[in-house]
């Protein structure tokens, strides 16, 4: 996770483990909801019946391609927001540099 470590710099150190230990924990969460969700979407998608323990000649290659799909389509996702937050970053530095230039011509 990109985070603007510049912004807790004069926090004590306790603040910052809780933060850091806050942060870990919703990364945690976020990749178990993530799971669950691929999961739960793959079953309906592709499960038929609870017969067997073990997934039929049909549905084994269904649930491979609903995983695969997933996974690419959120790799895509994260790879636009990483973007755009790059994007957002270099706006912010760009804005913040012309702050300082007006500031110091006054």
């Given amino acids: 996770m990109n985070f ?20 870990e924990h919703m990364q945690v969460r976020d990749s178990l909801k993530m799971y669950n969700n691929l999961v739960e979407m793959c079953f309906k998608d ?3 019946d609870m017969r067997s323990k073990n997934l039929s000649a049909k ?3 269904c649930v ?9 389509v959120t790799g895509r996702v994260g790879m636009r927001f990483q973007e755009f937050y790059t ?4 706006e912010a530095a760009a804005a913040a540099e012309a702050a300082a230039a007006a500031a110091e011509k006054n």
């Fill in 64 to 72: 491979a391609r609903c995983a695969e799909k997933f996974m690419n």
């Fill in 4 to 23: 603007p470590l510049d912004s807790v710099a004069g926090l004590p150190d306790e603040a910052k483990a809780a933060l850091a230990a806050t942060l």
């Fill in 46 to 48: 592709c499960v038929e």
């Fill in 59 to 61: 549905e084994e290659p």
């Fill in 87 to 90: 994007t957002m970053e270099k």
